[in-house]
């Protein structure tokens, strides 16, 4: 697993990054400010992001978290103090994988990482499709997948890196599709619930994507998003 470390605090920013090593992950990147940080996951897209909710400027952390969630839908877990009761109910539309309380110990992360991954994945990689691109078949999975977007006779199946077409009508695709996290918001769209960063009744916002939402399918896809 690939982790980024956010820290301002550069003693414990390298503490950190020699407790996710002894345990076998790579850390392919540690930042101390909200520039450098965004830099640094836009450049190496990592698996995972231990980032501390509280740096120079106080809401700094949770503008990072906005932004990974909008941008990049990769798993992050916030490190926090216990005094910072304030600042983590402003976290939480950010909807983070996990917390660390500080101070820490080794297991702490170690175990916040791998509860926020299987959470994150919700617990569904055997779950997939195959689609086909040009004459290859590619094994797409679920938790990768953002949402589908019909167009005629033919699906748009959008994911986090890239964007497939195969030919299926989106009925049949919902009725396909193993798993409860999908909701279906329009007669043209089926989206991916955990990827939702707002809803009102008229559109979603979903990894920087703006989908348009049914008045029918409202209710069902926001009590869905209050969920994940």
Do not use: W
């Not at 982790?3 to 407790?19: M, S, W």
């Not at 990049?72 to 402003?90: C, G, Q, R, V």
């Amino acid at each position: 697993m690939r982790i980024v470390i956010a820290d301002d605090e550069v003693l414990i920013a390298e503490h950190l990054k020699d407790i996710v090593s002894s345990f076998g992950f790579k850390v392919v990147g540690i930042g101390h400010n909200k520039a450098k940080i965004l830099q640094i996951i836009d450049k190496t897209r990592p698996d995972m992001i231990l980032l501390d909710i509280r740096m120079e400027n106080k809401f700094d952390g949770i503008e990072i978290g906005e932004e990974i969630a909008h941008k990049y839908a990769i798993p992050f877990i916030y490190i926090t103090a216990h005094s910072d009761k304030e600042i983590i109910e402003k976290a939480l539309p950010t909807k983070p994988s996990g917390y660390i309380i500080k101070p820490f110990k080794p297991m702490d992360i170690y175990t916040a990482i791998h509860i926020a991954t299987d959470k994150f994945r919700n617990h569904k990689a055997d779950n997939f499709l195959y689609l086909k691109e040009g004459s290859k078949k590619i094994k797409v999975y679920y938790y990768n997948i953002l949402f589908f977007k019909s167009d005629n006779n033919y699906i748009e199946v959008h994911t986090k890196t890239k964007n497939y077409v195969t030919r299926c009508s989106l009925e049949k695709m919902s009725q396909n599709l193993i798993d409860e996290d999908f909701v279906r918001v329009h007669r043209s769209y089926l989206v991916n619930a955990n990827y939702i960063t707002a809803i009102d009744p008229h559109f979603l916002n979903l990894n920087f994507h703006k989908i348009p939402i049914s008045r029918s399918y409202y209710t069902q896809a926001k009590n869905l998003f209050d969920k994940t």
